[in-house]
């Protein structure tokens, strides 16, 4: 054995999460046709960041890393968004 | 094994695995300026981008998306499969997710083949008469799509590698730093993709 804190995640848990992504997927597609408004893209990106958010917690295991890595991980990505956000902002309100 | 060579070994897991994190943060903000581009540009031509995007096959997108997604749990359960030594199963596992990969390529081809016909290519007479902001979406189509499929037959060969490293058994059941590091490569395909697929093909 690798060592005996390695957690093994079960092969229902991973097909429990595809469900849960495609769902997801299908409710995204669907959504294009209701008409939010202004907020479709709203919707649209925040089923997407629900969805990368469970691919990083499941399936590339972020769970069951250590805290050193999950805190790396979600600072990196509060970092991208943050980036993202206030650029796009200072262009439009520009 | 010796106390001392399993504890190494978990030193050599973690810093491997340490290493592909930043790796995959590097490729995460080589794809978010993309990205931001693609925001800047969409803002200031809003209704172009509506019409270019009408262009795109939704049903093609969706059918790609699903084909990543289940090759990402593919991916997945082959780490389960080779920690509890299961390897027939992992190697199968790795190869349904080369195949998944393979289709989502083939629907690309198909999906590209189509817009040459009609000569919608980067450089192209007909792109070039069309209004910028049109122009621009398909600019980043091909620039972003291209790039992502850059990244899925990067990740094929990986992939394949790790078949052959398991099969020879330098990849085994106390040894998988390799299969790890290919899967959070392959998911960070996936990832990237979960992003362009609604901006890209579900423009309303």
Redesign the interface.
């Known amino acids: 054995m690798k060592n005996e804190e390695t957690h093994i995640s079960s092969y229902t848990s991973h097909a429990y999460v595809l469900i849960a992504l495609l769902i997801l997927t299908f409710i995204s597609v669907a959504a294009t046709g209701w008409h939010f408004g202004a907020f479709t893209v709203t919707v649209a990106l925040l089923i997407a960041s629900i969805k990368v958010a469970t691919v990083i917690i499941n399936f590339m295991h972020v769970k069951h890393e250590s805290l050193f890595i999950k805190a790396m991980v979600s600072g990196v990505f509060a970092l991208f968004a943050v980036v993202i956000i206030i650029t796009f902002i200072d262009y439009y309100l520009r | 094994m010796s106390t001392q060579a ?1 504890h190494s ?2 030193i050599e ?2 810093t491997g ?2 290493g592909m ?1 930043i790796f995959l ?1 590097t490729e ?2 080589l794809f ?1 300026g993309l ?2 581009v693609y ?2 540009f969409r ?1 200031k031509y809003s209704s172009d981008f509506h019409t270019a995007a009408a262009e795109l096959n ?1 049903y093609i997108g ?1 059918l790609n ?2 084909f990543l ?2 090759s ?2 593919t ?3 082959s ?2 499969a080779i ?2 030594n299961q390897k027939n199963l992992a190697v199968l596992l790795i190869a349904i997710t080369i195949i998944l990969a393979g289709l989502f390529m083939l629907n690309k081809y198909f999906e590209w083949s189509h817009k040459f016909e009609f000569k919608i290519y980067p450089g192209s007479e007909v792109l070039k008469n069309l209004p910028q902001g049109e122009l621009l979406f398909f600019g980043l189509y091909y620039m972003m799509t291209g790039l992502h499929a850059l990244h899925v037959m990067i990740g094929m060969i990986l992939l394949t590698i790790t078949i052959f490293k398991i099969r020879k058994g330098t990849v085994s ?4 730093l390799h299969l ?1 590091n290919s ?2 490569y392959w ?1 960070l395909v ?2 990237i993709w ?2 362009l ?3 890209l093909y ?3």
């Open positions: 399993i070994e978990q897991s973690e695995k340490l994190w943060f995460l903000f978010g990205f931001l925001a800047v803002a939704t969706t998306t699903v997604l289940v990402s749990m991916v997945a359960m780490i389960t920690q509890k059941q106390s040894h998988y790890e899967g959070l998911h996936d990832l979960i992003f697929f609604p901006l579900l423009i309303t």
